[in-house]
């Protein structure tokens, strides 16, 4: 159990899990650190749980390369590149987090990852990329997620995703797709709500279902 430290200003991540590790993480600061706030890698199967992670030059929470975490309840803000990322094969459930202001995407999986992705708030105010982008073949489970704001997208698409009961608001009428799925791509878009978008749904070239949108 790794609970209640503080964690900043290191050469590295703030607390590091990795060669099949099964810790508990829960309730550490860990700040502007020149890699992740907690990064998880090569096997490790951590339980992170009500942690604050901001500021630092990589990821809040970061894992990858065959890692499988529970992501639950953190907050993630203001990190320089994602505020949860799952990349290289990696598996995370990610619930009731909040991921705020983070400078590229809020939830990242951007190479062959795979995530259930339940109950988060999920914004930023100004910037180009998406909020939760799924990408090169990743795929995800969407469900009960607030987005708010964001760039050319609240989603980005690009492998599969099912997406629903999820309260998207963009940033203003005509401003990019709640939705943008990209080609080869297949997504359900159920029971959702848009507002504040160009378009709600933006696909091209892709296998999609939408039904019982607002």
């Known amino acids: 159990v790794v609970e209640d430290n503080e964690c900043f200003e290191n050469g590295m991540a703030g607390i590091g899990c990795e060669e099949e590790a099964t810790p508990i993480i829960r309730g550490n600061r860990c700040y502007r650190n020149a890699m992740a706030g907690i990064g998880v890698q090569s096997g490790a199967s951590p339980v992170i749980v009500h942690n604050e992670c901001f500021e630092n030059s990589e ?26 990322g799952v990349r290289s094969g990696a598996e995370a459930v ?6 705020i202001d983070n400078k590229l995407v809020a939830i990242g999986l951007p190479d062959g990852a795979s995530a259930v992705i339940h109950d988060n708030e999920l914004s930023r105010s100004g910037g180009a990329p998406p909020l939760l982008a799924i990408r090169k073949g990743s795929s995800a489970v969407v469900t009960h997620n607030r987005i708010r704001g964001g760039g050319v997208a609240g989603i980005l698409v690009e492998g599969a995703a099912q997406i629903s009961d999820c309260d998207f608001r963009g940033a203003g009428p ?21 507002d504040g978008y160009g378009t ?15």
Request: charged share 15%; net charge positive.
């Open 59 to 84: 990821a809040g929470i970061g894992t990858r390369e065959g890692a499988a975490a529970v992501i639950v309840g953190n907050e993630c803000r203001e990190n320089q590149t994602t505020g949860i």
């Open 174 to 194: 005509g401003r990019g797709s709640a939705i943008w799925v990209w080609g080869g791509s297949t997504v359900s878009v159920d029971g959702n709500s848009f």
């Open 200 to 214: 709600a749904l933006n696909a091209t070239g892709s296998r999609v279902s939408a039904t019982n949108n607002t």
């Open 94 to 99: 990610i619930c009731s987090n909040r991921c």
